[in-house]
């Protein structure tokens, strides 16, 4: 069984603020997304990385995939209230079903 | 473009009535259909997925059942709702090979 491990799970900064969050695994991926969700709405897909050591930048949000695949993080320079949600990464192995982590919840507050 | 409809927004129902929630996709054909679940807002639970039409797999054992009577449309049901069906319902799409899924707004149900 696959597993992906987000941390930090909940993450409060104020506006401004550098922060990193992190999705671990001990499995190899062949593509790694990730997505914001805001309350009451469902996930929206931010970036997909496909191959080890990829970095991807979408404005002030840098992606990280793993040189071995099994890792990726995501960086925020100068986090906004607007930046607020949950988190997630998800895992694609080459089957139809993706492997989600549970998360990292970031407040930012003005 | 592809646009994918959930309803209803929100419900709410007394436990042992039947439920359905319908998701439906535009712009795409042949896409590969999911159900999800969400509690507190955290991590997404696969409920049921699907590759085509009345071609469905169940990820988790529970009073659930989901169906796909058109390439498009996604069926998610139960004929007696329990007080732990409460939760976020959420249906997604995908074509792509490398998995990238893309989600409804969501169904608020609250089983009372």
């Known amino acids: 069984t696959q597993l992906l491990e987000q941390s930090p799970q909940f993450l409060s900064i104020q506006e401004g603020e550098n922060l990193t969050v992190y999705c671990n695994s001990s499995?190899?991926?062949?593509?790694l997304q990730w997505y914001r969700q805001e309350p009451g709405e469902g996930p929206v897909l931010l970036v997909t990385v496909v191959t080890g050591g990829e970095v991807k930048k979408l404005k002030r949000l840098t992606f990280q995939f793993g040189d071995a695949r099994k890792d990726s993080s995501l960086h925020i320079t100068a986090a906004q209230p607007g930046d607020t949600g949950l988190y997630l990464c998800?895992?694609?192995?080459?089957?139809?079903?993706?492997?989600f982590g549970k998360g990292t919840m970031l407040l930012v507050s003005p | 473009s592809q646009t994918i409809h959930q309803w209803p927004a929100t419900l709410v129902q007394p436990v042992g009535s039947p439920l359905s929630l319908e998701c439906t996709v535009e712009g795409t054909s042949n896409p590969n259909l999911y159900w999800y679940r969400q509690a507190a807002g955290r991590g997404l639970q696969l409920l049921f997925y699907?590759?085509?039409?009345?071609?469905i797999s169940s990820e988790v054992p529970q009073n659930l059942s989901a169906s796909r009577p058109q390439d498009r449309q996604f069926i998610l049901s139960s004929k007696k709702l329990l007080l732990s069906d409460s939760g976020f319902y959420l249906c997604?799409?995908?074509?792509?090979?490398?998995?990238?899924?893309?989600f409804g707004p969501g169904t608020r149900l609250t089983v009372t």
């Open positions: 998800a895992g694609g192995s080459g089957y139809s079903t993706l492997t």
């Open positions: 699907s590759v085509g039409i009345g071609q």
């Open positions: 997604a799409w995908s074509r792509s090979s490398r998995g990238e899924q893309y």
């Open positions: 499995s190899v991926f062949s593509s």
